[in-house]
Every structure is written in C-alpha cells, then in structure tokens.
C-alpha cells in the first residue's frame, strides 16, 4: 500500500507540473486562437485556428499589461492579436503611426471594426503575432 501512495504522489506531482508547464506556455510563448466574425475575409475565414508568438516582439506582463522587454516592433502588414479599446481580443493587421503606436485595420474594410472607429492602439496591447493558420 505504501507503494501505492508513492506512485499517487508521483503521478500527481506530474500533473501539476505539466499543468504549471502549459500554462507559461499559454501565458508568455504560444497561444491558440479561434477566429469569429468576417472582418479578416479572405486571409481567414470564420472559425480559422492560429497560432500566436507571443515572444514575437518582446515579453509582456499579462496582468500589468506591459512589456518589460522588447527586441522588436510589428511590421506593417503583421497580424497581430491585440486588446480593442473596448477590452476584447481582436486580429487586425498592423499599420505604423507615431511611436508606441499603430493602426489596426481588418482586411474586410466593410465589416471590419478596426483603427477607422477607434484611432491608434498602443502597441503594449499587441498580445502577439499570428505565426500560422489552419
């Protein structure tokens, strides 16, 4: 029985650490994303999966909201993942402004609620990079 309880304690202890594990992962390297709405049509379709690089521009405090670190700044033209002004996640295209911001702009300009009713967005707000799509 003492075996039993061991091999508990190992096994749990190895959940949680995977646990621990995915979740920096999900936090500050890599993200998953299920797109909705029509406003990126036709680089991505509603219910497109991407992947996100969240190390793409520098490390960025999720809770704080800011980047303690940057090594690099979006191009125009990146899809990046970024808070709106209204708090919601969003994918956008990227296009420079002023420094420390930029213009994010849907691919289907119709449908799209982007930069043309909100303004610049700062780019502390840029979760990360689209880096695939399935």
Request: glycine fraction near 10%; aromatic fraction near 12%; charge should be positive.
């Amino acid at each position: 029985m003492e075996g039993d309880a061991k091999k508990q304690r190992g096994l749990l202890k190895a959940i949680f650490l995977a646990f621990i594990f995915a979740t920096v992962i999900k936090v500050f390297l890599v993200d998953l994303m299920v797109t909705q709405g029509r406003s990126m049509l036709p680089a991505l379709q509603p219910g497109s999966v991407l992947v996100v690089n969240k190390l793409a521009y520098g490390i960025r405090l999720p809770v704080l909201g800011i980047y303690i670190l940057r090594w690099s700044a979006p191009r125009s033209g990146d899809m990046v993942v970024f808070y709106t002004p209204l708090g919601e996640r969003a994918v956008k295209r990227c296009y420079y402004v002023r420094e420390g911001n930029f213009y994010a702009l849907g691919d289907n300009g119709l449908e799209s609620f982007d930069s043309r009713s909100y303004g610049p967005i700062s780019l502390d707000h840029i979760l990360g990079k689209v880096v695939a799509v399935r």
